[in-house]
């Protein structure tokens, strides 16, 4: 049957963990999206998303650039009347999108959520620097100049490190990743 | 005295170094003992979760794994660590499938997870453990006629954790008033800061800090307060940008709620980390810092 799965199916698939009602228990009341903080930086709201996934619309769904403006604040999630946990539906989105390279060139999201798993796996640890020309690649002059101006700053008051930290069992790290997912040849 | 496992998290390394400190010296003369977590690991903030929720859930595993070890409970002062920290002991617990392949996982580091311990936010410690009551006790400098807009951000309340208010929560401002302030009332006090937008969509980012600081200027805010490090950077340190953008003027202290604390038990401005920020506080605080310490 693998082959007739439907998309809404395999976005639940991707909501492993979450613990909330089916999508399809959505009623449509728009409470998601009277509550999100970021819904007029969405192409599709919070409600037409769910309502879009629950039809099957995939090529809609992706195209959105909603599950990316996504916070991930719960919001939506605490008072879905449905017990929807929304924000779980948008990171599921994500991962199809990344897993199946559907997303966008012109989204700094996917790009971002790569390198910052790069950097941990490679040293257990994050760091904030080496992420930055990544991510940096996607504003425009004004806001890479902010950006610097910012960093710089934060670098003066000796608040940004300058070199990334190692965990000491960091073999045993990465072999434990692997056990999960075949990734990340070490470099 | 009650000891707690103390997971400080990336951020408070470097960039949130005045929290780590504040955390420390403040928990210290309160009776409580932190003890840093050996040998950690990042967990991931919430971006392992747009890749894949089963690895992310065992990095977070990881972390727990070595709490339980040394038999303690958990302690996060950021907001996201709790929160991920928080759901994967929950799951270890009420997902046999799930905790069988992290554990499994786990074997490479020879640990194992049961999800037996408490895991708490650091203001839980505060609000909880300690309580109002037991801080005011300790209150030497009472922070009076200071105003502090007590800022929540998401991860703290949401999602539902066990049942609890998420809509209109009290126990910052109860922390705040015991330590002699005023606690400001503002509506957005649990609304998102933007988080990790910054990175990936700026304008709403900017947008939703602006929302913010205007809410809680607007309440006659003399510092705001938060209790993790992400919501620090965001409120504090984009100030600027959010001022080139919208051509307002925002220039609001961004304080840790640890180090509003400490100084209202009389420990040093410096072992707080306080002079670290990027808008200064001198303005608002020097009345409560005794001169040769300014
Ligand atoms: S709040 Fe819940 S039920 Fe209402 S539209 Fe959103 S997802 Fe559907
Ligand atoms: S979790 Fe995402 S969709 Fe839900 S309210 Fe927050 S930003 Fe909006
Ligand atoms: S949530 Fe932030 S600070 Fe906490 S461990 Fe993860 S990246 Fe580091
Ligand atoms: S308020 Fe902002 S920084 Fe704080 S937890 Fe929410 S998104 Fe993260």
């Known amino acids: 049957m693998a082959d007739t799965i439907t998309f809404s199916q395999e976005i639940s698939n991707l909501m492993y963990a979450a613990h909330g009602s089916p999508l399809n228990n959505c009623i449509q009341c728009g409470t998601c999206s009277g509550t999100c903080p970021a819904v007029e930086f969405m192409d599709q709201t919070p409600r037409r998303l769910i309502g879009m996934i629950n039809a099957d619309l995939k090529e809609d769904v992706l195209d959105a650039n909603t599950s990316w403006v996504c916070a991930s604040c719960y919001h939506c999630t605490v008072r879905c009347p449905a017990k929807i946990d929304i924000a779980g539906a948008m990171y599921a ?24 798993m790069k950097t941990i796996v490679r040293s257990g640890r994050s760091y904030e620097p080496i992420l930055a020309p990544t991510y940096i690649f996607g504003f425009g002059a004004k806001e890479f100049f902010q950006e610097v101006q910012g960093a710089t700053k934060m670098m003066l008051k000796g608040r940004i490190p300058v070199l990334p930290s190692k965990i000491k069992r960091l073999k045993n790290f990465q072999s434990m990743i692997k056990h999960i997912i075949p990734m990340g040849e070490e470099e | 005295m009650k000891k707690y496992a103390y997971f400080p998290g990336c951020s408070l390394e470097k960039m949130a170094l005045s929290y780590h400190k ?49 038999g303690l409970d958990f302690v996060a002062p950021c907001s996201a660590c709790y929160k991920n920290a928080y759901f994967t002991n929950t799951y270890m617990k009420e997902d046999e499938d799930l905790a069988e392949h ?50 929540y951000g998401c991860q703290i309340v949401r999602p539902r954790k066990n049942g609890e208010e998420v809509e209109a929560p009290e126990f910052f401002e109860e922390i705040l008033t015991a330590l002699g302030a005023e606690a400001v009332d503002y509506t957005n006090k649990t609304r998102c800061c933007g988080g990790s937008l910054l990175l990936t969509n700026r304008k709403a980012a900017l947008d939703m800090i602006r929302i913010l600081l205007y809410d809680a200027v607007q309440s006659g805010t003399d510092v705001i307060a938060t209790a993790c490090p992400l919501c620090q950077v965001n409120l504090e340190a984009y100030q600027t940008q959010v001022n080139e953008e919208f051509g307002t003027d925002f220039s609001v202290p961004v304080l840790y709620f640890t180090q509003l604390v400490g100084l209202a038990l009389g420990i040093a401005p410096k072992k707080l980390g306080i002079g670290m920020e990027l808008v200064s506080t001198l303005p608002v605080l020097s009345q409560f810092i005794a001169k040769e310490a300014r």
């Open chain 2, 22 to 70: 504040s955390s420390l010296e403040t928990t210290k003369a309160l009776g409580v003992e932190l003890e840093e977590l050996d040998d950690w690991n990042c967990c991931g903030a919430t971006t392992y979760f747009h890749l894949d929720e089963i690895l992310a859930n065992t990095l977070v595993a990881r972390n727990l794994a070595i709490a339980e070890k040394e």
């Open chain 2, 102 to 151: 992290i554990n499994f996982a786990l074997e490479a580091d020879d640990l194992q997870l049961e999800g037996n311990m408490t895991v708490h936010h650091l203001i839980d410690i505060f609000a909880n453990e300690i309580g109002a009551d037991g801080i005011k006790e300790k209150v030497s400098v009472p922070l009076e006629g200071l105003r502090i807009a007590p800022y």
């Open chain 1, 93 to 116: 989105v994500k991962r199809y999108s990344i897993w199946n390279k559907t997303y966008s060139d012109d989204l700094v999201g996917p790009v971002f959520s790569e390198t910052f």
